[in-house]
């Protein structure tokens, strides 16, 4: 399924991408709307070119091996099916929080150490605890591709064959795509804003307002700001006057951070009195 994301100006004045031809560089921007938000894809060229190229006639094959060689993609394989790994794809891609969690097994669940910050050749490498536990093969029939760390040196498609489980905790899950500690993470976030929604008088813009949440962490300061809501609430004259802000408002705003504007009291009364009253007192 094509998804929306974001091209951003450097990507024509990269110098390595510069030495891929053209179609290819098109190619690398056209993966980006079809992989998951893990900047996950089968590897399947046919499907690739009727997705990106359905007018034109182009070997998208050949294409991907420009990208492995120059270090933007990964190629990998599992149980005789292929895949690609965009690297890099978080540092410049911010998926939706409402994508599905990807269903696609991770480079690193395979023994293969992926540089995420890595758009240059020999972006990624497999570590020697993962060349002890997994051993390499080609896949049969793959093409010989330039080695990223050698131009000009060929190399087989590589697969890796893992001789025991590498499972530990925090790895991710290759049948859901999910860590635990990220399932974790992401119900305390859930919770954390249904805390804060709850207290909130104003409920408008809850969408706009959790996805600013999921993507500031506002979690971690989320006892912050929910007693912050509490004493306007109690303490400021405009909020007491019936006018909060919408909750998305008050989120992307960073609210907590404003001064409190105390109400106005009755002379004598000690009781709050809105604004339209003032001068009637």
């Excluded at 049969?140 to 131009?151: F, I, L, N, R, T």
């Excluded at 001789?163 to 049948?175: D, I, K, L, M, W």
Aim: include cysteine; charged fraction near 30%.
């Amino acid at each position: 399924m094509a998804r929306v994301r974001n091209l951003k100006p450097g990507f024509f004045t990269n110098e390595d991408l510069a030495e891929c031809s053209c179609w290819a560089r098109l190619c690398f921007a056209g993966l980006w709307t079809i992989a998951d938000r893990e900047g996950r894809l089968e590897d399947r060229p046919k499907r690739i070119k009727g997705q990106l190229f359905p007018m034109d006639t182009v070997d998208v094959d050949p294409l991907l091996d420009e990208l492995q060689a120059r270090g933007f993609i990964l190629r990998y394989a599992h149980q005789s099916q292929g895949f690609i790994q965009i690297i890099a794809f978080h540092k410049h891609q911010n998926p939706h929080f409402r994508e599905p969690s990807s269903v696609i097994p991770s480079p690193e669940s395979l023994g293969l150490s992926v540089d995420s910050a890595g758009t240059k050749p020999g972006a990624f490498s497999s570590s020697n605890e993962e060349q002890a536990q997994c051993k390499p093969r080609a896949l049969h029939g793959s093409k010989e591709v330039e080695a990223p760390d050698k131009p000009g040196a060929l190399m087989p498609k590589v697969d890796f064959e893992c001789t025991q489980s590498r499972a530990e905790p925090g790895t991710r899950n290759p049948e859901n795509g999910e860590r635990p500690l990220e399932q974790r993470a992401a119900r305390k976030t859930a919770e954390r804003f249904e805390e804060f929604w709850a207290e909130y008088p104003v409920k408008k813009g809850r969408a706009d307002a959790e996805a600013k949440w999921r993507a500031k962490g506002y979690d971690a300061i989320a006892d912050r700001i929910i007693t912050d809501v509490k004493r306007r609430k109690a303490e400021d004259r405009q909020w007491l006057d019936g006018y909060a802000p919408h909750g998305s408002t008050y989120v992307n705003g960073r609210g907590w951070e404003d001064a409190i504007e105390p109400a106005r009291r009755a002379a004598g009364g000690g009781v709050d009195v809105p604004d339209y009253l003032v001068g009637a007192l």
